[in-house]
């Protein structure tokens, strides 16, 4: 019994060993992610691609359902004015200050084509 448990005990490491070599491998290797929120900067631009009118400005990030100045429609190209992130938990969601028809707001990353596919 005492043998089955070290068994169990090296393949547990060696299967942690693997992982950690694949981890340390992807970040060597020199791949890098796609654009996404991190790299957007101040004055870049964003396309709405959520459907239809669904995408909402919203006076702060993480507004409400009802809360939102005005709906965005899909394809719109907005220029970033600012960025911020909304945490719950450990769940983070940046948003992207931005003007639309003269109206200052929010926009979540996940109405854009800035996030992560």
Same mark, same amino acid.
Request: proline share 6%; hydrophobic share 45%.
């Given at each position: 019994?005492?043998?089955?448990?070290?068994?169990?005990?090296?393949?547990?490491?060696?299967?942690?060993?693997?992982?950690?070599?694949?981890?340390?491998?992807?970040?060597?290797?020199?791949?890098? &992610?796609?654009?996404?929120?991190?790299? %957007?900067?101040?004055g @870049?631009?964003?396309? =709405?691609? #959520?459907?239809?009118?669904?995408?909402?400005?919203?006076?702060?990030?993480?507004?409400g359902?009802?809360?939102h100045?005005?709906?965005? &429609?899909?394809?719109?190209?907005?220029? %970033?004015?600012?960025? @911020?992130?909304?945490? =719950?938990? #450990?769940?983070?969601?940046?948003?992207?200050?931005?003007?639309?028809?003269?109206?200052?707001?929010?926009?979540?990353?996940?109405?854009?084509?800035?996030?992560?596919?």
């Amino acid at each position: 019994m005492l043998s089955a448990i070290f068994r169990c005990l090296a393949n547990g490491a060696i299967i942690v060993g693997v992982f950690l070599l694949f981890i340390a491998a992807l970040l060597c290797s020199g791949l890098h &992610p796609v654009v996404w929120a991190g790299e %957007v900067k101040v004055g @870049d631009p964003v396309t =709405i691609v #959520t459907p239809g009118i669904e995408a909402r400005l919203c006076p702060q990030p993480a507004c409400g359902p009802d809360q939102h100045i005005t709906r965005i &429609p899909e394809g719109t190209v907005l220029t %970033v004015e600012g960025t @911020d992130i909304f945490a =719950i938990g #450990t769940f983070e969601v940046k948003w992207f200050a931005v003007v639309y028809e003269n109206q200052r707001g929010w926009i979540s990353i996940y109405d854009t084509d800035r996030a992560k596919k």
